[in-house]
């Protein structure tokens, strides 16, 4: 694909290509068309067939050249795929960028943003014991704490009243530490009820080490919901206060990259569910070889018993 692209990268190999698509053409006629000598035209098209976009055969004393369309076909499906790629990312990329837009010019003051809340709700497919592992085991919340594309690098979470809490998460691809971190926030737990209620204090904090601003956060669950009795139904509710002026880049991204947060969340235990049922039907189809084997086994007993 590399020596394709490079073959096609030459603007005037790239006027053979529309040349040849038209119909297959000898040498002569391709220079005379392309207002190039034909010794360059040569040349041209010799890197063309190298990279193996044309072909050519002699007739007489003219060699004919004809393009071949299947690795144009190959190179348009990789594009389209990356297109279709970058399209999700834009997507998120634009969204966000409005938001800051907006957010911007409205933090003039401190306390600009005080109030504001937001609402998430999941369905997820495990137990209300499972969740709040997942909420409050560092181990556990490393999977999903961070928005698509980020990874957590430092966590702590004591799930107790007065605990502590530090979030600290990169870029997921800085797997040296090279680049600056791309967010850290500490706070602190202010409710603990295992599998039932969970609420803390948590605080991002600025390029310069001073407080963006102060996120309340209450996280309800309740037994139910994933489409069978063994689910459950998480209600966050996420306000805001203490907000700065600098901190509208932030209040930007709390929709979108929690509501990412929880996605990963989702994901997870359903991987987690389809993984135990995997294991369980491989199980329960070990078992009943066993048996049928040992009845076997105990069928040919009894016929020797017999004899």
Do not use: C
């Amino acid at each position: 694909m590399d020596e394709l692209l490079a073959a096609l990268a030459d603007p005037a190999r790239w006027r053979l290509v529309r040349l040849l698509a038209e119909r297959p053409r000898p040498v002569g006629v391709l220079a005379r068309l392309a207002e190039a000598r034909q010794p360059q035209t040569t040349k041209h098209l010799q890197n063309l067939e190298r990279a193996g976009v044309v072909v050519s055969q002699r007739t007489g004393q003219r060699r004919i050249y004809a393009l071949r369309p299947g690795p144009l076909r190959d190179l348009a499906a990789v594009l389209n795929g990356l297109a279709d790629a970058a399209d999700q990312a834009g997507e998120t990329y634009d969204r966000y960028g409005l938001s800051v837009q907006a957010e911007r010019l409205a933090a003039r003051e401190a306390g600009w943003a005080d109030g504001r809340s937001f609402r998430f709700h999941r369905s997820l497919a495990a137990s209300p014991e499972l969740v709040w592992r997942h909420l409050t085991e560092a181990e556990l919340l490393a999977r999903w704490w961070t928005p698509d594309e980020l990874r957590v690098s430092e966590l702590v979470f004591e799930a107790w009243p007065g605990g502590r809490i530090v979030h600290e998460y990169r870029d997921a691809e800085d797997a040296d530490g090279s680049d600056p971190v791309a967010g850290r926030a500490e706070g602190v737990v202010v409710e603990a009820q295992p599998g039932e209620r969970l609420s803390y204090r948590l605080s991002p904090r600025l390029p310069g080490g001073g407080v963006a601003f102060t996120a309340h956060l209450d996280l309800d669950l309740r037994p139910g919901g994933a489409g069978s009795g063994a689910g459950t139904e998480l209600e966050v509710r996420f306000r805001v206060a203490d907000s700065t002026v600098d901190s509208a880049d932030f209040i930007a991204g709390i929709e979108l990259g929690f509501g990412q947060s929880l996605d990963k969340l989702a994901a997870t235990l359903q991987a987690l569910q389809t993984n135990q049922a995997d294991q369980a039907l491989q199980v329960n189809q070990a078992d009943q070889v066993n048996q049928a084997g040992q009845a076997e086994h105990t069928d040919d007993t009894t016929t020797g018993s017999t004899t």
